[in-house]
């Protein structure tokens, strides 16, 4: 086990009309890329709760993904302007707490950008990789455990 | 009989207002909120500096909704709370007659929300300099100790809700802590528990926040997590230009503009 190389798990929140699409014409023009990731669609990325990256952090990602449409090209007009101002005020206020917001990739890809898909994960594989595993946020979701073990 | 005492029984004698909340003298040398409804009452209000607790947080409460119309003894941070609920939709016009109290002491009477919203926006929300010098010494450590330092200060919550109970801005009939399928915020007062269920006030806060501190006087710990709320509402008005509640701005969170500035999305 101590030899194995460190394989990031990587959660994507994406949205449905962009950077889904995006994802699956990378799949569709074979483009390979890090197999890391596991993508969650959503209707927009204003859709997005912030407590879903808590919780996949929780779980136990080492790294997040948020992406949705460009500005100004979002299916609902304004979902990812919303979006915008929301990651803007999380990630100060996750900084501020200490949680390791370089874990967390924010992009716009758009439905035809299925190579710029492959090297955003690429990139935030090779950038986890180098970070190692994040352990802070999961250790501290294991409190069930710990209070068994304490029992 | 001053002056605010005096507006009070005169709007309920008059019948102008069918109750009056403010603040009088409770035990233990402390303050209480009052809801009165018969004039001669007015004497016992009170109104200083110890006056700290946001009754704005009343006037969501079905059981005064339904009183009638009500005049509230408002301090600067209550009228913001006012004019944060009416643009909302929280609140009625005609159902409040605020008894302002300026931070000189000058009494002031606003039947509408107009003359309010224009005093309020006359003034802007300042996070006190000694709560500015916290922050910045909590940015200036590294990110494991600042995750050690809010590890450390949370620890001591046990979730007892006060500070949702005291701030006027959770109204919610249903909090996103009460969800339970799924369970959004673990119900133990752990670490984890505690950390989510602080991200996520301050979250829902987000652009709506008055910087009342109501929260941090209920907090029976004195735990500094309005930190968090004054340390968005400096980075907000960096980033977005500026910070005030007013009857036709939008929020923070609930509005954009196309060409918000930020340097982290590739």
């Given at each position: 086990?101590?030899?194995?190389?460190?394989?990031?798990?990587?959660?994507?929140?994406?949205?449905?009309?962009?950077?889904?699409?995006?994802?699956?014409?990378?799949?569709?023009?074979?483009?390979?890329?890090?197999?890391?990731?596991?993508?969650?669609?959503?209707?927009?990325?204003?859709?997005?709760?912030?407590?879903?990256?808590?919780?996949?952090?929780?779980?136990?990602?080492?790294?997040?993904?948020?992406?949705?449409?460009?500005?100004?090209?979002?299916?609902?007009?304004?979902?990812?302007?919303?979006?915008?101002?929301?990651?803007?005020?999380?990630?100060?206020?996750?900084?501020?707490?200490?949680?390791?917001?370089?874990?967390?990739t924010f992009s716009w890809v758009s439905a035809a950008e299925g190579a710029k898909w492959a090297a955003l994960v690429n990139d935030t594989v090779s950038r986890i990789k180098e970070l190692g595993p994040y352990t802070d946020y999961e250790k501290v979701a294991r409190y069930y455990e710990e209070e068994v073990n304490h029992e | 009989m001053n002056e605010y005492q005096t507006i009070a029984a005169g709007l309920l004698s008059s019948g102008t207002a069918a109750m009056v909340i403010g603040y009088s003298e409770?035990?233990?040398?402390?303050?209480?909120?009052v809801f009165f409804t018969r004039p001669e009452e007015a004497s016992t209000l009170v109104f200083d500096s110890r006056c700290v607790q946001n009754i704005a947080v009343y006037l969501t409460?079905?059981?005064?909704?339904?009183?009638?119309?009500?005049a509230i003894i408002a301090s600067l941070p209550v009228m913001r709370s006012i004019i944060q609920l009416a643009s909302e939709h929280q609140l009625s016009e005609e159902k409040i007659i605020v008894i302002g109290i300026t931070p000189s002491g000058e009494v002031k009477q606003f039947n509408g929300f107009d003359a309010l919203d224009a005093y309020v926006s006359s003034t802007t929300i300042e996070i006190e300099a000694r709560y500015r010098e916290k922050i910045e010494q909590v940015e200036k450590m590294t990110l494991t100790e600042r995750w050690n330092f809010w590890k450390n200060?949370?620890?001591?919550?046990?979730?007892?809700?006060?500070?949702?109970?005291?701030?006027?801005?959770?109204?919610?009939?249903r909090c996103t802590v009460e969800m339970n399928?799924?369970?959004?915020?673990?119900?133990?007062?752990?670490?984890?528990?505690?950390?989510?269920?602080?991200?996520?006030?301050?979250?829902h806060l987000a652009g709506r926040c008055v910087d009342c501190n109501a929260c941090a006087e209920a907090c029976p710990l004195g735990i500094p997590f309005n930190l968090l709320t004054k340390q968005m509402i400096l980075q907000?008005?960096?980033?977005?230009?500026?910070?005030?509640?007013?009857?036709?701005g939008l929020n923070i969170l609930s509005s954009y503009l196309p060409d918000d500035k930020e340097n982290f999305i590739q």
């Open positions: 086990m101590e030899n194995k190389i460190f394989e990031p798990k990587i959660v994507a929140f994406v949205c449905n009309w962009c950077t889904y699409a995006g994802a699956d014409l990378t799949g569709t023009s074979r483009i390979k890329y890090a197999p890391n990731v596991k993508i969650v669609r959503f209707p927009c990325t204003g859709r997005i709760d912030f407590m879903l990256l808590l919780k996949a952090f929780g779980e136990g990602a080492d790294g997040i993904i948020v992406s949705g449409c460009h500005p100004n090209d979002c299916h609902y007009t304004s979902g990812n302007f919303h979006a915008r101002r929301r990651w803007i005020s999380f990630r100060s206020l996750l900084d501020f707490l200490g949680i390791d917001t370089g874990r967390i | 409770g035990s233990a040398k402390r303050v209480r909120p409460k079905k059981e005064i909704r339904t009183e009638g119309k009500i200060e949370l620890s001591a919550c046990f979730k007892c809700y006060a500070c949702r109970a005291a701030c006027p801005m959770c109204y919610c009939t399928q799924p369970q959004w915020i673990p119900v133990p007062s752990h670490t984890l528990g505690n950390f989510e269920w602080h991200i996520m006030r301050a979250m907000f008005k960096k980033d977005f230009g500026g910070y005030n509640p007013s009857l036709k």
